[in-house]
């Protein structure tokens, strides 16, 4: 079964790095979509960053470029966002998404399998 398993979330002070993981099983994860979405306390879900299956090419949204990498690891089937120059409004749960048939994209619907979620609280 296609599991997703978040972790590397905790409390930062602005300007503070994190670096997400998302360790992926069941799946082949060399030729699947993934991305990072993240979800504050009364907003939708928007999607961070991800890397499409056709080419890995990496995408990000415009309130992270500059700031946040993505990566993979197929070796270890995990994928990473590496979080740096962190501000408040950078405060969710933040998801991993995978869809093994899907070229991948920024919006929700274009994934089927979705990680629990780790909290990222950036505060002084």
Not at 20 to 31: D, I, P, V
Request: include cysteine; glycine fraction near 12%.
């Amino acid at each position: 079964q296609v599991q997703l398993v978040e972790s590397g979330g905790g409390l930062v002070q602005p300007g503070g790095s994190l670096r997400l993981s998302c360790a992926a099983s069941g799946f082949n994860f060399q030729y699947a979509a993934v991305g990072w979405f993240r979800q504050a306390p009364g907003k939708e879900r928007e999607g961070v960053s991800y890397i499409s299956a056709s080419d890995g090419t990496t995408h990000y949204a415009d309130f992270v470029r500059g700031r946040f990498t993505i990566s993979k690891d197929n070796a270890k089937n995990t994928v990473y966002l590496q979080m740096n120059s962190l501000k408040p409004e950078d405060t969710a749960v933040y998801y991993c998404a995978t869809d093994p048939d899907s070229e991948g994209g920024m919006g929700t619907y274009e994934y089927d399998y979705w990680g629990q979620g780790t909290q990222v609280t950036v505060s002084s």
